[in-house]
């Protein structure tokens, strides 16, 4: 059973400056996702990753995927207040043995809020 | 761009009545999802279909049922609503691996369960 963990689950930072939010998961997977969701909305799609090494910017946001650690973490850089949400990660894994329904097993979440 | 819509963003429900949560998907996905979001939880599969009428248990089936007579719309039956079953029900629909990348997520219903 692939398990997930997300840390910090909630992270209180300052403008301006720089975090990491890692992501353990425990059995193999060969794609990770990251999402962001605001409050009340549903899940907005950050980052695929697919191979070791994968590293995905977007603006202050960078993803990396390390298979071998089985870990992928996100870095915010300079952070704003517009980044304040939770933030998910989610491996995927093969549910059905019979071949191609692959289901997402999520972190708890990491609540970020960015003060001024 | 509608890609996965939830039929209802708000719920109330009281106990023992039995509650129909609709999903539908305009993107022939042949694979669809229902999890239940709780705070400090995260995201947690109930069930799964990778085809109509086919249908699998997730990691927290208890309490509910699925449908998918149509390949575009996947519904979740709770057959007698509790009051732990008061959460937010996100649906999200994906193609095969091979396929694509992208997994789509509906809105959300948020459900309360008087």
């Known amino acids: 059973e692939l398990k997930v963990e997300q840390n910090p689950l909630f992270l209180s930072m300052q403008e301006g400056k720089n975090y990491t939010i890692y992501c353990n998961y425990s059995?193999?997977?060969?794609?990770l996702y990251w999402y962001r969701q605001d409050p009340g909305k549903s899940l907005e799609s950050l980052f695929v990753?697919?191979?070791?090494?994968a590293v995905k910017q977007e603006g202050r946001l960078m993803a990396s995927l390390d298979t071998k650690a089985r870990l992928s973490t996100l870095h915010i850089t300079a952070a704003v207040h517009d980044l304040s949400a939770t933030y998910f990660c989610?491996?995927?894994?093969?549910?059905?043995?019979?071949?191609?329904?692959?289901?997402?097993?999520f972190g708890k979440g990491t609540h970020l809020i960015i003060q001024p | 761009d509608v890609k996965v819509t939830q039929s209802s963003r708000y719920l109330v429900k009281r106990t023992g009545e039995k509650v129909f949560l609709e999903c539908v998907q305009d993107?022939?996905?042949?694979?669809m999802f229902w999890y239940r979001q709780d705070p400090g939880l995260g995201l947690r599969l109930i069930y799964f279909?990778?085809?109509?009428?086919?249908?699998e248990k997730g990691d927290i089936p208890e309490g509910y049922s699925v449908s998918r007579e149509k390949k575009e719309r996947f519904s979740l039956i709770l057959e007698s609503a509790s009051t732990n079953q008061t959460s937010m029900y996100l649906c999200?629909?994906?193609?095969?691996?091979?396929?694509?990348?992208?997994?789509?997520f509906g809105p959300g219903t948020r459900l309360t369960v008087l």
């Open positions: 990753l697919l191979s070791n090494g």
């Open positions: 989610a491996a995927l894994f093969v549910m059905y043995s019979g071949g191609g329904a692959d289901g997402l097993t």
């Open positions: 059995t193999t997977s060969d794609r």
């Open positions: 279909s990778y085809d109509v009428k086919m249908k």
């Open positions: 993107m022939d996905h042949e694979n």
């Open positions: 999200a629909s994906s193609f095969p691996r091979e396929t694509d990348l992208s997994w789509y």
